[in-house]
């Protein structure tokens, strides 16, 4: 989930906004400013209403901040880097880069996102008493607790991805010492309660007992694919345990000068070479940058002669940099999210050895467990082609079409 606006920044997590957030906003003024509080405390005048419904939207949302601040914190103090947090239509999402490495760990991170919204709900509840004077207040106070004590009551519920389905991996990864095989159970609990929802909101919808029922199919649908996706994170996270850098990488990839013209390349290698990524290097070796087809397609013809490869590539600074021994999995999330999506392996004095692409991480996922002497026995399999975090598309190579990757 990415963010439209940023906010700021928090203990060192950047905070976000999704545009989407807009519409729950907008709902929720709406439906409190229009409907709930005009019946419930009649006799203020509409701006008054109006006023409430806006406080309301707007400390609701802070509360999901709050929740999601929460994991975020405690993932920290775990060792887990946090990027960012980003509100959206159907709550928040804290991002962490890594996983827990203890099912302590892992219980306390979970655990705090629920403890936080039921002291939002005592904190509200309070207020709620003390502002009993005024009735639309003490209105709005009150509705911000009971919806924070249905936000943690909600996500007790042990299916994954809700912060129950965590405490239930947490537990089973205890009990049986097998993070997959926990994480898949979890997993397989939500889709299954995702299902749960999306039923019982179609019921709701075709009974006539109103459209209510399309939120309960949304979240349902949203269940089953991050359940879906948990899952398949999961088993992928087995099948890349203890895969190095340097064993998927592309050595001794083809390179090209910086003062090079767009024009220049495209004759000697793009034309005759089925390759999407050209790193730039100095005489020494030493990596300056990176171009690939699709920056290579924005110029456009009549500049292509006059244009630098040094002039539209990707800085170096920008380009997520590995050594050969490094563990894959801890760089494909400084891959997410990066510029070209492409990362590159460089020895000791920065000289450039390799380079690793999304081919080549589906290679490596498709070729495991196909080694003789398999040190890592668990869940393998060719249809396991879901990176745990979204990385771009390969770039179609001349004279062939892109396959799509599936997005978590």
């Given amino acids: 989930m990415r963010s439209s606006f940023r906010l700021g920044r928090i203990g060192g997590v950047v905070v976000g906004l999704n545009v989407s957030v807009l519409v729950i906003v907008v709902i ?43 994991h975020a914190l405690v993932a920290q103090r775990n060792g887990i880097e946090v990027p960012r947090i980003t509100l959206w239509l159907l709550g928040g999402v ?6 827990p490495r203890t099912p302590g760990a892992d219980l306390r991170i979970a655990v705090v996102g629920p403890v936080t919204s039921f002291v939002c709900a005592v904190v509200f509840g309070a207020l709620a008493l003390v502002t009993g004077a005024v009735p639309l207040v003490a209105g709005m106070f009150g509705y911000l607790a009971a919806v924070n004590v249905l936000l943690a009551v909600f996500n007790l519920i042990p299916a994954a991805p809700l912060d129950g389905g965590r405490v239930l991996r947490a537990a089973l990864w205890s009990r ?67 895969v190095l850098v340097g064993e998927v990488m592309s050595a ?25 990524t050209y790193p730039l290097v100095a005489a020494d070796g030493r990596f300056l940058g990176l171009v690939t087809l699709n920056r290579l397609r924005q110029v456009r013809p009549e500049a292509r002669e006059t244009t630098r490869l040094a002039d539209i590539a990707c800085p170096p600074d920008q380009v997520p940099k590995a050594v050969p021994d490094e563990p894959l999995l801890g760089l494909l999330p400084r891959m997410n999210g990066a510029a070209d999506g492409r990362a590159v392996v460089l020895g000791p004095s920065g000289q450039l050895l390799g380079l690793l692409t999304p081919s080549d991480i589906s290679r490596a996922i498709q070729t495991a467990g196909l080694h003789h002497h398999d040190p890592y026995p668990h869940p393998r399999g060719a249809d396991l082609a879901v990176p745990p975090q979204r990385l771009p598309e390969p770039e179609p190579k001349p004279g062939e079409r892109a396959q799509r990757r599936t997005e978590v």
């Fill in 252 to 276: 001794r990839p083809v390179t090209a000068s910086p003062d090079e013209t767009v024009a220049g390349l495209i004759d000697r290698l793009v034309m005759s070479r089925r390759l999407s």
């Fill in 94 to 99: 804290a991002e962490l880069r890594n996983e």
């Fill in 176 to 242: 049986w010492g097998d993070r997959v095989r926990a994480a898949v159970t979890a997993a397989r609990a939500g889709r299954v309660f995702g299902y749960v929802l999306i039923a019982l909101g179609f019921l709701q919808v075709v009974s006539g007992l109103g459209f209510q029922g399309l939120w309960l199919v949304l979240i349902g649908l949203f269940l089953v694919n991050a359940a879906s996706a948990e899952e398949q994170q999961a088993q992928l996270g087995a099948t890349l345990h203890g």
């Fill in 28 to 70: 929720l003024v709406a439906g409190l400013s229009l409907g709930q509080f005009p019946q419930t405390f009649p006799g203020y005048p509409t701006v008054a209403y109006v006023l409430a419904g806006v406080g309301a939207a707007v400390l609701f949302m802070a509360s999901l901040l709050a929740h999601e601040l929460a």
